[in-house]
C-alpha cells in the first residue's frame, strides 16, 4: 500500500505543479498516471510544440516545460505510480481513500486531487469487424513487454513514430517483422523514417504500403491478417503471422473516473470555484482541464491557480484547525524534503566609509 | 466592419444546424462547432487544433474552394478511421468570407 498526503490523479502540467504547492505546505504527493511517463498531454501529443502563454515563458516546448516543472518540484519527492490507470476509489470510515489501480496497485490518502486532463489515454482501436474477438489473443494495441514477440512473426500497422520506432526494435526481436500504412509517407522524427528505409533495404523490415489490414484470421488464436494493397487494381493478400499490432494513437477517455459518483457536466468534473475546486464528494478535487465550473477555461496557467488553492484545503483537510499563514517563498525559501534549501541570498550589512 | 458567414453544420445524430460564424476571430470550423457546443466537450478538438488527433474529421458537402491540404492534415487523415474522399480536419479549415455556404457533416466520434 502506498501512502501519501496527496494522491494526484493524472501527472500532466497541473499534476506536477501540486506537487510543489503541496510541499511548501509539508505536504507529500504521489501521482498516478495512466502513461507511462509525466508530462500528460504535453509529453504524450506535442512534446516538439511550443506554448506561448505560460507567464514569464514568451516560448517554451511542451516537453520543456515538463521536464522544469518535474525539476521544480524534485526536492518534495513525489512519488510516481505509471503506465497504471486508476480505476476504483473507496472511501474510509476516517474520511480517507484508497484508489487502486488496474494493476491492483493500492494507494491510501486523505486527499484526492483528479488532474486528469481529458481523461486517460486509451489506444485507438481499427475498425477491423472481427478484431475485438482477438483482443490479448494475437492482438495487442500497446507493446508493454517486447519479449512476448522474441522469434515471433509480427504485423505492425500505422504510420506514425510509434509504428516507426517499435517496427525498428522489434526487428532485431522477432523472427519477422511487416509494417502496414495507408501512405507511402510516414510521419514521425526523420532518423526514425530513415532507419526504416535503411532496414527495408537490408529486408529486416517488410514494408507494405499503401495497404491496410482489413480482417484477422484465426479461431481460438490469431494465425494472420488480411490486407487490402491499394495499388492501380486493388489485391487483397493473407500474411500469416502471431502477432498483429495496430499502432494508431491514443486518444483520451474520462475512463473508470466517471463511475466514482462525482457531479459530471460537459465531460468534466463539476467543482467548487468560489471556494477550492472541490468535487460533490468531500476529500475529492478536481483540478486543471478535467474540471468544469462557470466560466471554466482549460489553460495550464489556469490549472496552476486551481492547484495552488486545492493545497491549502487540503491542508485544512489534513491538519484540522491547525495555523497557518500563507508565506512568501522569497521570503522563507524552500526546505525539500530531501534535506535541500533554497533561499535568498542574505544581504550585506556593512558600513561604507 | 467585417461580415459573419453562414454555415451549415451536421452533427453527429444527424442534426442540420445553420450557424453564423465570424471572420476575424481567426476561428477555424472546430473551433466553430465547439463555440456552439454541437458536439460533446471531450469529443473535438482533442489536441487543440494542430492537426494531430483527427478528432474533428468532418465531410465536406459543398463545393467551397477549400484551403489546401498542408503534410500534417494529410498524415493525420492517413493515420484516422471512418475516412472519406472528402474528408478534412475542421481546425485546418479557416472561417474566412470564402467559407459563406460551407456545408459539413461531422465524422463519427473515434
Known amino acids: 500500500m502506498i501512502k501519501t498526503d496527496i494522491l494526484i490523479i493524472g501527472a500532466g502540467p497541473t499534476g506536477l505543479f501540486t506537487v510543489f504547492e503541496a510541499g511548501l505546505l509539508k505536504l507529500k504527493c504521489h501521482l498516478i498516471d495512466a502513461l507511462p511517463q509525466a508530462g500528460g498531454q504535453c509529453s504524450e501529443i506535442y512534446p516538439k510544440k511550443p506554448i506561448y502563454d505560460i507567464p514569464a515563458y514568451p516560448e517554451i516546448l511542451a516537453g520543456d516545460l515538463t521536464e522544469k516543472l518535474l525539476e521544480q518540484g524534485k526536492q518534495f519527492e513525489p512519488g510516481f505510480t505509471l503506465g497504471e490507470r486508476a480505476e476504483t476509489i473507496k472511501k474510509l470510515e476516517d474520511g ?26 486509451e489506444p485507438r482501436k481499427p475498425l477491423i469487424h472481427n478484431i475485438a474477438n482477438f483482443e490479448d489473443k494475437g492482438v495487442e494495441y500497446m507493446i508493454k513487454d ?3 514477440y522474441r522469434n515471433k512473426r509480427v504485423v505492425i500497422a500505422g504510420g506514425g513514430d510509434s509504428a516507426l520506432d517499435w517496427s525498428i526494435f522489434l526487428s532485431n526481436v522477432a523472427s519477422e517483422v511487416t509494417l ?8 514521425g522524427a526523420l532518423d526514425s523514417v530513415e532507419k526504416v528505409q535503411e532496414l527495408k533495404n537490408k529486408g529486416k523490415i517488410n514494408l507494405i504500403t499503401p495497404a491496410e489490414v482489413v480482417g484477422i484470421l484465426g479461431d481460438d488464436h490469431l494465425t494472420g491478417v488480411v490486407v487490402t494493397k491499394a495499388d492501380h487494381i486493388p489485391t487483397e493478400l493473407e500474411i500469416e503471422c502471431d502477432h498483429f ?27 467548487n470555484n468560489a471556494l477550492d475546486y472541490q468535487t460533490n464528494i468531500p476529500g475529492i478535487f478536481a483540478i ?12 495550464i496557467l489556469c490549472g496552476f491557480h486551481e492547484a495552488t488553492l486545492m493545497c491549502q484545503a487540503a491542508y485544512q483537510i489534513i491538519n484540522p484547525g491547525k ?11 524552500i526546505d525539500g524534503f530531501d534535506g535541500t534549501r533554497k533561499e535568498a541570498p542574505k544581504a550585506v550589512v556593512k558600513s561604507i566609509d | 466592419m467585417s461580415q459573419d458567414i453562414n454555415i451549415t453544420i451536421i452533427d453527429r445524430e444527424g442534426v442540420s444546424h445553420e450557424i453564423e460564424a465570424p471572420t476575424d476571430m481567426a476561428m477555424n470550423l472546430m473551433e466553430v ?19 494531430m488527433c483527427a478528432s474533428c474529421q468532418c465531410y465536406v458537402l459543398s463545393d467551397n474552394e477549400l484551403p489546401e491540404m498542408q503534410d500534417e492534415e494529410e498524415a493525420m487523415l492517413a493515420e484516422a478511421f471512418y475516412v472519406k474522399d472528402n474528408s478534412r480536419l475542421g481546425c ?9 455556404g460551407l456545408k459539413v457533416e461531422l465524422a463519427p466520434e473515434s
Not at chain 1, 502496414?180 to 510521419?187: D, P, Q, S, T, V
Not at chain 1, 477517455?253 to 460537459?266: F, R, S, T
Not at chain 1, 486543471?288 to 482549460?298: A, F, R, S
Open chain 1, 96 to 121: 480517507s481513500f484508497i484508489v487502486t489501480t488496474n494493476k491492483g496497485t493500492k494507494h491510501h490518502a486523505p486527499v484526492v486531487a483528479i488532474a486528469g486532463g481529458l481523461g486517460s489515454f
Open chain 1, 146 to 148: 517486447p519479449e512476448v
Open chain 1, 180 to 187: 502496414i500504412h495507408r501512405r507511402n509517407e510516414f510521419r
Open chain 1, 245 to 271: 499490432i495496430p499502432l494508431f494513437g491514443l486518444s483520451p477517455k474520462l475512463g473508470p473516473i466517471a463511475n466514482w459518483g462525482l457531479e459530471i457536466e460537459k465531460n468534466a468534473i463539476k467543482v
Open chain 1, 288 to 299: 486543471g482541464d478535467v474540471n468544469t465550473y462557470p466560466g471554466k477555461l482549460k489553460l
Open chain 1, 323 to 333: 495555523r497557518y499563514v500563507l508565506k512568501y517563498t522569497t521570503v522563507s525559501g
Open chain 2, 33 to 51: 462547432v465547439r463555440s456552439y457546443e454541437l458536439a460533446p466537450e471531450g469529443t473535438i478538438g482533442v489536441c487543440g487544433g494542430m492537426a
Open chain 2, 92 to 100: 485546418q479549415i479557416q472561417m474566412t468570407p470564402e467559407m459563406e
